[in-house]
T-cell receptor, first 115, second 112 residues
């Protein structure tokens, strides 16, 4: 089965707090890609990162960082010093060869950052 | 450099009608994917087009069909509309199926 679980439905933080969004995935394939997208109220999905299954190196991009752990099938996303503009719905997605590379999305996590 | 553009932005239809949604991919992209996003849920993959052919399909009935034109633009057609078809329909383009997809703003379809 190919599945993405984002257990956190909604998270509220105060500006400048750090916040981690969890993502757990399932696939039998050894070759796969993981993605994170941001969906602001306007509706457009904004691509944040792509990671392939052979690269477990963590990545940092400004205030964003990603922790990929194959041992726990997790691909978590941390925002450091959150800002009000970070408020959005965040989706984790999986694409695996066993399912013809169809992209499967999690249900999303609503992040609310209050000033 | 225009990104992915979708039309119309909003659409209201009644049950049993048919609808066509349109998508122009980002310049240089040749692969177009369509997703349905119901309120409060993640996008669900409908199908993907490449070289004017449907290459992949998700778990959607045959009422959902599509087309890709030689200029890589695409249409999504839905026949015999049901109330449950009310959703945001997103189009995404990419250079290949596993490359980062760029999404349009979507078409919000409401079925009365």
């Amino acid at each position: 089965a190919q599945k993405v679980t984002q257990a956190q439905t909604e998270i509220s933080v105060v500006e400048k707090e750090d916040v981690t969004l969890d993502c757990v995935y399932e696939t039998r394939d050894t070759t796969y890609y993981l993605f994170w997208y941001k969906q602001p109220p306007s509706g457009e999905l904004v691509f944040l990162i792509r990671r392939n299954s052979f690269d477990e190196q963590n990545e940092i991009s400004g205030r964003y960082s990603w922790n990929f752990q194959k041992s726990t099938s997790s691909f978590n996303f941390t925002i450091t010093a959150s800002q009000v503009v970070d408020s959005a719905v965040y989706f984790c997605a999986l694409s695996a060869a066993e399912y013809g590379n169809k992209r499967v999305f999690g249900a999303g996590t609503i992040l609310r950052v209050k000033s | 450099d225009a990104g992915v553009t979708q039309s119309p932005t909003h659409l209201i239809k009644t049950r049993g009608q048919q609808v066509t949604l349109r998508c122009s991919p980002k310049s240089g992209h040749d692969t177009v994917s369509w997703y349905q996003q119901a309120l409060g849920q993640g996008p669900q993959f409908i199908f993907q087009y490449y070289e004017e052919e449907e290459r992949q399909r998700g778990n959607f009935p045959d009422r959902f069909s599509g087309h890709q034109f030689p200029n890589y633009s695409s249409e999504l057609n839905v026949n015999a509309l049901l109330l449950g078809d009310s959703a945001l329909y997103l189009c995404a383009s990419s250079l290949a199926s596993n490359q980062p997809q760029h999404f349009g703003d979507g078409t919000r379809l409401s079925i009365l």
